[in-house]
């Protein structure tokens, strides 16, 4: 299973980062599989419950420091796919390069 969230802290003003930070702190110390880019942060896991933990603590980091969070999730649930950011992307590079 793969997903993608962003969390984001309202009422806190424009510089967001530090807040980010918090949650992408969580993520990676989850030890799954995680890429964060200027959007999202992807994580990826065996089950629905080993993901959205982290998605769930990841969001209450945020929320300790923040009077508002906003959640964006989108997730791609698939049994049975492991390495699925990894190979998403390389069949994509592999169309690209037959160019």
Known sequence: MIVAFSVSPLGVGEDVGEYVADAV???R???LPNRTDAMFTTIEG???DEVMDVVKRAVA???ARAPRVSLVLKA???PGVT???ASKVATV???LAAE
């Open 25 to 27: 702190r969580v993520v």
């Open 29 to 31: 110390e989850s030890g």
């Open 46 to 48: 065996e089950s629905w």
């Open 61 to 63: 980091a945020v929320e």
């Open 76 to 78: 791609d649930i698939r």
């Open 83 to 85: 390495d699925g950011m």
């Open 93 to 95: 590079e592999r169309h």
